[in-house]
C-alpha cells in the first residue's frame, strides 16, 4: 500500500507554460488539478521564457486548492534536466507532482526520483515530498507499465497519452479519443485503459484518462469520459473550461449511489459487530450484502468524500 496521500484528481487541466495569461486564469477554474506544460504545448524556442513563467506564478500562488503540477520534457530530449533542475529549485516548494510524458521504462522513474531528491537536498525542501505522474504514451511504456507504476514511491498517477499513443502505434485515425474508422467490433482503445487500470489499482495509484480535442463538443467529452469513468478511471485531462464541470460530473459518484455506498458501510458495521448479530451476510432492504459489498461500497464512498458529497440518509439500526 502507499502511504502517500492521493488527492482527488477528477479533471486535470492542461494550460501551456508560454501563456502567463492562461497560468493566471486557471487560479479561478473549478479543477482538481492543473498542469503547466513544458512539452508539447510549448513550442522549443519557448520553453526557457515558460520554465521562468511557471516558476513565476507557483511562487505568487493562489493554487492552493488544487493539485499543482509541472509536464516536463521526456528524457529523450535535451531539456528535461534543465526543466526540472529551473522549475522544482524555483518553485519546489509550492509544487506537488512533476509529470513526466512518454514513459518507456522503469529507469526513466529513477532518473527523475533521484534528479528531484538531490534538488529537494539542496533547496532544503522535505525529501520524496515531490510526487511523479507518469505518461504512458508508447507500446514500450504499456509494456513495462507496472515496473514504471513500482520505480519510485514518489510515482502518484498513471496516465493514458491517447494522441501520442495512437500515433507511436500507427493507429489508423487522427481523432483522438473517438474509435478509428474501420474498426467496428469493440472500443479500440480497451486494452490500452485496461491495462493501466490494471496497474493503477495493483499498486494503489491513480489511474487517469488523457484529452478529447474536440473542446467543442461537451456532450462528446462526456461520452468518452464516462468510458473511462464506468471502468474505473479517476479522473480525465481537461483543455478547456467548459470540460472541467463535466470532469467532475463524470467522475464524481451519483448522490444516489454515495448514500448508498455509505448505508452499506454502516449497515455491515452494524450487522457484524456483537450488537447486530456478528453476522457475515445480512440484508440491507431487498439486498444481501457481504464483505465484497462493503468492499465495493469503500471505493464510492471515498470517491463520494474526496468530491465533496455529504450523506443524504442516515443508517437506522432495526428494533431488537
Ligand atoms: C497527451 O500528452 C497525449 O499525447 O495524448
Ligand atoms: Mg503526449
Known amino acids: 500500500m502507499t502511504d502517500r496521500i492521493l488527492r482527488s484528481r477528477r479533471s486535470n487541466l492542461a494550460v501551456p507554460g508560454s501563456s502567463p495569461k492562461m497560468l493566471d486564469k486557471i487560479r479561478n477554474l473549478p479543477a482538481d488539478q492543473f498542469f503547466m506544460d513544458i512539452e508539447d504545448a510549448v513550442a522549443p524556442i519557448a520553453k526557457p521564457e515558460a520554465r521562468r513563467n511557471i516558476v513565476a506564478a507557483l511562487n505568487e500562488g493562489g493554487y492552493d486548492d488544487k493539485v499543482r503540477v509541472v509536464r516536463v520534457n521526456d528524457w529523450t530530449t535535451e531539456w ?61 511504456g504499456l509494456i513495462n507499465v507496472d515496473a514504471i507504476a513500482t520505480a519510485s514511491p514518489r510515482v502518484e498517477t498513471i496516465i ?23 474498426y467496428d467490433v469493440g472500443d479500440a482503445y480497451h486494452y490500452i485503459l485496461m491495462r493501466i487500470l490494471m496497474a493503477a489499482r495493483a499498486h ?45 460530473e463524470v467522475f464524481s459518484p451519483r448522490q444516489e449511489d454515495y448514500d448508498h455506498a455509505e448505508l452499506i458501510l454502516d449497515a455491515y458495521e452494524y450487522f457484524t459487530s456483537a450488537a447486530g448479530g456478528a453476522r457475515g451476510a445480512v440484508m440491507l432492504g431487498d439486498e444481501m450484502i457481504d464483505e465484497a459489498s462493503r468492499k465495493m461500497a469503500l471505493v464510492i464512498s471515498a470517491k463520494g468524500r474526496a468530491a465533496g458529497l455529504s450523506r443524504t440518509q442516515a443508517f437506522t439500526p432495526p428494533e431488537s
Not at 534536466?81 to 509550492?94: F, P
Not at 493514458?160 to 474501420?182: R, Y
Not at 473542446?215 to 479517476?234: M, Q
Open 80 to 140: 528535461t534536466y534543465q526543466d526540472v533542475v529551473e522549475v522544482v529549485g524555483g518553485a519546489g516548494a509550492n509544487l506537488d507532482c512533476i509529470m513526466l510524458p512518454k514513459v518507456q521504462t522503469a529507469e526513466q522513474v529513477v532518473a527523475l526520483d533521484l534528479l528531484l531528491t538531490q534538488i529537494e537536498k539542496a533547496h532544503g525542501f522535505e525529501v520524496g515530498r515531490i510526487g511523479i505522474e507518469a505518461q504512458i504514451e508508447n507500446a514500450l
Open 204 to 248: 494503489d495509484k491513480l489511474a487517469i484518462d488523457g484529452p478529447y480535442l474536440q473542446i467543442k463538443d461537451v456532450e462528446g467529452y462526456k461520452r468518452v469520459a464516462g468510458r473511462s469513468a464506468a471502468l474505473g478511471f479517476d479522473g480525465k485531462w481537461v483543455l478547456h473550461p467548459d470540460q472541467v464541470a463535466a470532469a467532475n
Open 160 to 182: 493514458f497519452g491517447p494522441a501520442d499513443f495512437m500515433a507511436s502505434i500507427n493507429m489508423k485515425s487522427l481523432v483522438v479519443g473517438e474509435q478509428p474508422p474501420g
